[in-house]
């Protein structure tokens, strides 16, 4: 592994832990009570103005996935920016839980009938961001606010799903929420697989929106 490839992985690794710790202590432990989704945003986008010229600024499997599919992140840096994330995510939640918080009692969500809006949250508010990275973050020529774009991208999605899906649009921070107790292994799926649809969808929305614009 190169030394860039590293420090990318390390930059990952770092935005995504502050990322993953702020959503645990402000909305899963409460800490931030109903402003929980404006510290959230506003942690992505500092952190997305922080390392976004080492790495990118992914913070997100779901990202990642999709700029490989747009050819924005090689093979070589896609493995480790994943990896990077995941374990992140994991450390995150334990340190909010173990350390930070002192282990409250974490009661897992219980979504009961609503798979369908369970899924159609993430679905929809994945595509969202995804379609908002890929026009804001790889075009950054003239556009000193794609940080903020971003982090209030997540915001909205959270005030607005938080409380049908827990509003996470990001795999590592799906994993979060399983490694501390706030979401059911069994129930994972319904995070997973829309997260991933969307970010595919978003970047072929993404690549005909942009072949219209320069028609």
Avoid at 15 to 31: D, E, H, K, N, P
């Amino acid at each position: 592994m190169s030394s860039t490839t590293t420090a990318k992985g390390l930059a990952e690794f770092i935005g995504t832990l502050f990322l993953t710790l702020t959503i645990f202590i402000a909305a899963v432990a409460g800490s931030a009570g109903t402003f929980a989704p404006v510290a959230i945003g506003m942690m992505l986008m500092v952190m997305v103005y922080a390392v976004g010229h080492i790495s990118g600024a992914h913070f997100n499997p779901a990202v990642t996935i999709a700029l490989f599919i747009k050819g924005d992140c090689s093979k070589d840096d896609a493995p480790v920016y994943i990896g990077a994330q995941v374990l992140a995510g994991v450390v995150g939640g334990l340190l909010g839980l173990h350390v930070l918080t002192g282990a409250p009692e974490i009661t897992a969500q219980d979504f009961g009938d609503t798979t369908v809006a369970v899924l159609a949250a993430e679905l929809l508010f994945t595509f969202a961001l995804m379609y908002v990275i890929l026009n804001v973050a790889t075009e950054q020529d003239g556009n000193p606010f794609y940080g903020a774009a971003i982090g209030f991208t997540v915001m909205a999605g959270a005030f607005t799903v938080g409380a049908i899906s827990l509003g996470s649009f990001n795999p590592a921070v799906t994993g979060m929420l399983m490694v501390t107790g706030k979401m059911a292994i069994a129930d994972c799926w319904m995070h997973f697989v829309p997260q991933l649809i969307g970010a595919v969808v978003a970047v072929y929305a993404h690549s005909a929106t942009m072949a219209t614009s320069e028609a």
